[in-house]
């Protein structure tokens, strides 16, 4: 952690995996190198070494209460930014309102999940148009779940690669590196007036 953050960067995994994603880490690199707190979270089920996700609910509270956690403790007073690889980031983006971040961080952002024989494919759109704090979207150009449109708020970068943004780890960091002093940064300014 710097000496005097800047503001804090909290970030979650995906379904599959862990903090140990080269996104998580390529993003958490940036986020230090700006001067920023960084905590990154793994859900209660991956703690408890099952694979598959808990629901949506479920994950929302673990999420919302690790963000209450931090904010009595270590990030207690700093801007915050919350976000995560591809489930972590709808669960940052579903919890905005009960966690106040001044921005969120999606990684490889799954848009559409992979369509079921007879059912036709559903967008998470929502989740994203229902964030009302700037939004950085990072995205591989050839992500199976799709590409979120750019909107209101919401920047989106593509980088070269796939939904496991292996293939460029130093343009995540520097989408990252980017945004977050911008978006900590607008948000100081706003509380000013």
């Not at 804090?8 to 880490?25: F, N, Q, S, Y």
């Not at 673990?62 to 990030?75: C, F, S």
């Not at 995205?139 to 943004?165: C, I, K, N, T, Y």
Request: proline share 9%; hydrophobic share 45%; glycine share 12%.
């Amino acid at each position: 952690m710097a000496a005097k953050p800047v503001g804090a960067l909290v970030l979650g995994h995906g379904a599959g995996g862990g903090i140990e994603a080269p996104d998580l880490i390529a993003a958490t690199e940036a986020a230090v190198s700006e001067g920023f707190a960084v905590a990154l979270v793994e859900q209660p089920y991956r703690v408890a070494g099952r694979r598959s996700p808990a629901s949506a609910k479920q994950l929302d509270a673990a999420w919302t209460a690790v963000i209450e956690w931090l904010q009595q403790g270590d990030l207690a007073g700093l801007p915050l930014v919350t976000g995560g690889r591809s489930l972590g980031a709808r669960v940052a983006c579903r919890t905005v309102d009960a966690t106040g971040p001044v921005g969120v961080l999606c990684l490889a952002f799954p848009l559409e999940p992979p369509r079921r024989v007879g059912k036709p494919r559903k967008s998470r759109l929502e989740e994203l148009e229902a964030v009302n704090v700037p939004v950085l979207v990072v995205q591989g150009e050839s992500d199976r779940f799709g590409m979120p449109p750019p909107g209101p708020g919401r920047e989106v970068v593509r980088v070269r690669g796939d939904h496991a943004l292996r293939a460029d780890p130093d343009a995540v960091a520097a989408a990252v590196r980017d945004w977050l002093p911008t978006t900590v940064g607008a948000a100081a300014g706003t509380a000013r007036r």
